[in-house]
């Protein structure tokens, strides 16, 4: 048991320093383009999810909507996203992220991406979908506990 409890640990360990290097490259990054944290937080999700509506992006960040309002309207001015009535529920709005400034922070961000991209080249089917499987288990538990579902 022994083994198993130091590729926990290894894991753990190898998943903190990875958020950690991950974080400071996009702070570096970001910063270049005039984008915060948040800024940069939201961006990213809403290139992962496509567009998204206020209460969404609340739900997936935990800040109060409040703050969201304040996140959006700076990425507006920015130019960085766009704020579009649902046809279906004029009530509705979405945040459209503008696909220049999704492609100027992709950009940004190449190095790490690409790393990623060489290092999931490097493994087979079998590696690949336990990779999966772990990444997704987290993402869906994080988004539930987000969502105040746990």
Do not use: W
Request: glycine share 10%.
């Amino acid at each position: 048991m022994a083994g198993v409890d130091n590729l926990r640990d290894e894991i753990r360990t190898s998943v903190l320093r990875l958020i950690a290097e991950v974080c400071l490259r996009d702070h570096v990054a970001t910063q270049r383009l005039g984008l915060g944290g948040t800024d940069s937080r939201f961006l990213t999700l809403l290139d992962v999810y496509g567009p998204l509506t206020p209460g969404r992006l609340a739900q997936l960040t935990g800040l109060t909507t409040g703050s969201v309002t304040g996140v959006i309207d700076r990425l507006e001015r920015a130019g960085f996203v766009s704020r579009e009535r649902d046809d279906a529920d004029r009530r509705k709005v979405r945040v459209i992220p503008d696909p220049g400034a999704t492609a100027q922070l992709a950009a940004a961000r190449h190095e790490p991406i690409d790393l990623l991209d060489e290092v999931l080249h490097q493994r087979g089917a079998d590696e690949l979908a336990v990779i999966a499987s772990f990444l997704g288990d987290i993402v869906e538990r994080h988004e539930r506990e987000m969502a105040g579902q746990e």
